[in-house]
């Protein structure tokens, strides 16, 4: 069996502890529900309120880190309440089982699966409570309910001329029983499901006035940096506790797991001090290698491990033994960053038998089990507010920022904002694997007859497990936090399925090929990681589409025919890479000077195929134009599609252009911006995305964007210069290949 990462979550969850949480809708367990007249509110569902005086507030599940799902998940249930999306107050969740992401069993935000997951479970909230209310307004009017209908937050009697604000009608609705299933509206009747419409957040983030977690002001407040280890295991031996404690401002001097903490009444108070912090650092158990060990490491575990196998077509060395030619390539990727915009931060305030924390966070629930182990107290005495993302790429998903904060506010009873400077961000981030590609490809009479793909590496829930199997069982004693983690881990392929975060991309190769065999030798050099945007299609998809890229130039066939044959079997597929191929004018010469590279590849249930043109110009590579064409089944929201597949794309080609965090002697050499740069506006290509119109359930696009670039743009700089790149990230001078 093959499972993608929602899978593993999903069926882990149900097969480790039978704690399922269902997804149901009115009087969820844990959220109060019904009308509250005190307030003057209705509470239908867990999503869902109304008032009196005709507000709409809806709690959003998912967190907003610009991908969209502030508008876009609230045009969902507000396309079946018949209210105008923008006359919605979304709220961020608290933490609470019924929020969870029904894929994960975990209330976190990620895989690209918001849309997916909410789907049809927002949509029938609304048409719910619409429907509550119209019998509601049917009961006032003496009428046959079914022949009133609901229209812009008002039900309409019918005569088509009386009409009751919603407002006037949630205590009446609040004693409405829906008794049989609410039938959706159709798509022909839809308002604002599938049009172009505004961001809800854009205002607020326009002038400032949304609150990231780095804005939270509380009055008391005080500050707090953590020194942490150049070199990841090293604990803290010894330190000048005293000259620190002594400096102007500085409240408290303490170590914590991961550090020194220093905490002042200002920031840069604690800044200052932090600069003339000596820390004495027991290193005996701190990582060593370098970047070149770490290949040294993976190449020798290809050769000493075939690593075991995930997929098997046929049989890939029969093919290999009658095969005419048998092609070979290797492919490595470095370890990269978040650089999320919004440094990691955190406020946390510990008042003896509880805590608050507010912290932009992807994954609230982890978020409480990390405060939970740094206090005496229980997860139900924290409580999560989780605010606006200044970016999150997956390093949100990862708690060690509240955990921190969690810790330092435990130590005194203030509230204490934690702020990671840039340079921490980058030198003590959890990075994408590093990791290393073997392919291998059997040709005969000009046709690929084989398929073998080893992919060396470590998988990342050796690393997440910590706290996601904690979240699962809130209830658990603490004592068996660490237990429950180890339990999942040792269970990983037996009683749990597979985790398959290292190769997924790779175990889905799509193209029809007789003998296809895909191996992962599963080896960690002990370098901190975790999910990074796309995670495992984004090295596959290079080693993938890359490799094709070779093979259609050795078996002497045009790339995008080449693909084209091998694809027939797949519609969707063939069709975005038809549409690319045409919207790019691929037939035609590429302007003097520049070349076209092509890549197609299927990530989080959404198919993207892509075009890139570029140049080698001054000694630098230059990517003038980007052409993808994506399909992402039905789309709600046109524009935050083209926003999330453009800003993936710059993502990815951030990664193949500039990405690379190296170590030296166990530390991170890059440290900011200076050396680990995003790509700048002045770098930007021409962006065309087309769109596929689809009635397919929605899938993903925060991530599918990323993929494809990486090896569409070395593909380019192939056609361009006659060598092939194969590492990353992509040089533009041959002589440095």
């Not at 009386?162 to 009608?169: A, F, I, R, V």
């Not at 699962?472 to 985790?499: C, H, R």
Request: proline content about 6%; overall charge negative.
């Amino acid at each position: 069996m093959t499972l993608n990462r929602r899978d593993f979550l999903r069926i882990s969850a149900g097969t480790s502890g039978s704690l399922v949480f269902a997804l149901t809708l009115p009087g969820c367990s844990g959220i109060q529900t019904g009308f509250r007249e005190d307030e003057g509110a209705w509470k239908p569902d867990a999503w869902l309120e109304l008032t009196t005086d005709d507000k709409v507030y809806f709690t959003l599940a998912r967190v907003e880190m610009g991908q969209g799902t502030y508008t876009g998940l609230t045009t969902l249930i507000a396309e079946e309440l018949e209210v105008d999306p923008a006359a919605i107050t979304p709220k961020f969740a608290p933490v609470a089982s019924e929020y969870r992401n029904p894929l994960y069993k975990l209330q976190l935000t990620g895989g690209s699966t918001s849309i997916a997951t909410s789907w049809m479970p927002l949509r029938q909230a609304g048409a719910e409570a619409r429907e509550m209310l119209i019998l509601a307004a049917a009961r006032v009017w003496e009428v046959d309910h079914a022949e009133c209908t609901a229209f812009e937050g008002h039900v309409r009697h019918p005569n088509g001329v009386d009409t009751l604000p919603y407002g006037k009608l949630v205590s009446l609705a609040s004693s409405e029983t829906v008794r049989h299933d609410i039938a959706l509206k159709p798509q022909s009747q839809w308002r604002y499901i599938g049009k172009a419409r505004g961001r809800l957040d854009a205002r607020a983030k326009s002038t400032g006035t949304a609150e990231y977690g780095i804005d939270v002001e509380l009055p008391g407040m005080v500050y707090a940096v953590v020194t942490r280890p150049p070199r990841y295991g090293a604990r803290v031996q010894s330190f000048n506790a005293s000259d620190i404690q002594a400096m102007p401002g500085v409240l408290k001097v303490l170590e914590i797991e991961r550090g020194v903490a220093i905490v002042a009444g200002k920031y840069w108070q604690a800044r200052k001090a932090q600069e003339n912090l000596q820390v004495e650092w027991d290193t005996s158990d701190a990582l060593g290698l370098s970047t070149d060990d770490v290949f040294a490491h993976y190449r020798k575990a290809a050769e000493d491990d075939a690593g075991e196998r995930e997929r098997n077509d046929g049989d890939f060395a029969d093919a290999a033994s009658g095969a005419e030619r048998v092609l070979e390539a290797s492919y490595e990727q470095p370890y990269l960053a978040h650089a999320t915009l919004e440094p990691m931060n955190a406020t946390a305030w510990y008042r003896g038998d509880t805590m608050e924390v507010w912290a932009p966070t992807q994954a609230p629930d982890l978020g409480r089990i990390a405060a939970a182990r740094v206090s005496d107290l229980s997860p139900d005495d924290i409580t999560i507010n989780t605010t606006f993302l200044g970016g999150g790429f997956g390093r949100r998903l990862t708690q060690d920022y509240i955990e921190e904060a969690a810790a330092v506010a435990y130590s005194l009873k203030k509230p204490v904002k934690l702020i990671w400077s840039r340079e921490e961000d980058t030198r003590h981030d959890l990075y994408r694997p590093a990791m290393l590609h073997r392919m291998k490809a059997t040709v005969s009479e000009g046709e690929v007859t084989g398929w073998h793909h080893q992919v060396v590496g470590p998988q990342i829930l050796d690393w997440y497990v910590r706290n996601a199997a904690p979240a699962q069982y809130p209830w658990s004693p603490k004592f068996l936090y660490n237990t429950l983690g180890k339990v999942g881990l040792m269970a990983e392929g037996i009683a749990t399925p597979k985790d398959i975060s290292a190769i997924e991309g790779a175990i889905d190769y799509p193209y029809k090929v007789a003998n296809v065999e895909v191996r992962h030798t599963h080896t960690d050099p002990g370098v901190p990681i975790t999910w990074w945007r796309s995670v495992g299609y984004s090295h596959n998809g290079f080693a993938t589409e890359t490799f094709m890229d070779e093979l259609a130039h050795e078996t002497g066939k045009d790339p995008y025919e080449f693909r084209r044959a091998l694809i027939d079997h797949q519609p969707r597929h063939r069709a975005v890479l038809d549409r690319v191929a045409v919207m790019s004018g691929w037939k035609n010469r590429a302007p003097s000077g520049r070349a076209r590279g092509i890549a197609l590849f299927q990530s989080f249930g959404t198919y993207v195929a892509q075009v890139v043109e570029a140049s080698i110009e001054n000694d630098g590579i230059h990517v003038h134009r980007v052409w993808c064409s994506v399909d992402c089944g039905q789309v709600v929201n046109p524009g935050i599609v083209r926003d999330q597949i453009e800003g993936g794309i710059i993502f990815g080609l951030t990664a193949a252009l500039h990405g690379e965090i190296t170590l030296q002697d166990g530390e991170v050499q890059q440290s900011n911006f200076h050396d680990y740069p995003l790509m700048r506006n002045y770098e930007l290509p021409e962006i065309i995305v087309d769109i596929v119109d689809s009635d397919e359930a929605p899938t993903g696009v925060g991530e599918p964007g990323v993929p494809p670039v990486i090896p569409a743009l070395g593909n380019a700089l192939f056609a361009l210069t006659g060598e092939r790149q194969r590492k990353l990230p992509l040089k533009a001078t041959t002589s440095s290949l």
